[in-house]
């Protein structure tokens, strides 16, 4: 995923005011606040496994969120997620929802064929996808 650093509490703050209560961009971060230091996720990396807590992914999930703010997504605009599942397939579909954007995923198992009809058919907008080294099932 993106990182542009540590992010900046008045950001935060922006990605949360576009939220309402319900939504589970709100419920994510709910979590993120009232379990910050419990584990969230497990991720293997380098053939180990590594425990992330609440507020480690919630650190990733704002930095793509802000990412995405600053490449000048808008509300309720739709941003395509290409990826296998992973970890970073929940921070990317988190940081999508608390940008206030609509998630749209999109399988790596689809045909090429199936992609091309849902991005470019269905102008389904741009495409997020999670890089990096992927040890993991």
Known sequence: LVSIGDPDPS??????NA???????????SRV?????????MVKRDGR?????????GERVANAAQAL?????????VVALLSR???EWVWADFAILSAGCIAVPIYSTYT?????????EQRRG????AAGKEDGP
């Open 11 to 16: 950001a935060r703050r922006e990605v949360a």
């Open 19 to 29: 939220m309402a209560d319900s939504t589970l961009a709100h419920m994510f971060w």
């Open 33 to 41: 606040d009232e379990s910050g230091t419990l584990p969230a996720h």
């Open 49 to 57: 496994w590594l425990t992330l807590t609440w507020a480690e992914a």
């Open 69 to 77: 703010l600053a490449l000048g997504r808008q509300k309720s605009e």
């Open 85 to 87: 599942s992973r970890a």
């Open 112 to 120: 090429p064929e199936k992609i091309a009809h849902l991005v470019n």
């Open 126 to 129: 741009r495409c997020r996808a």
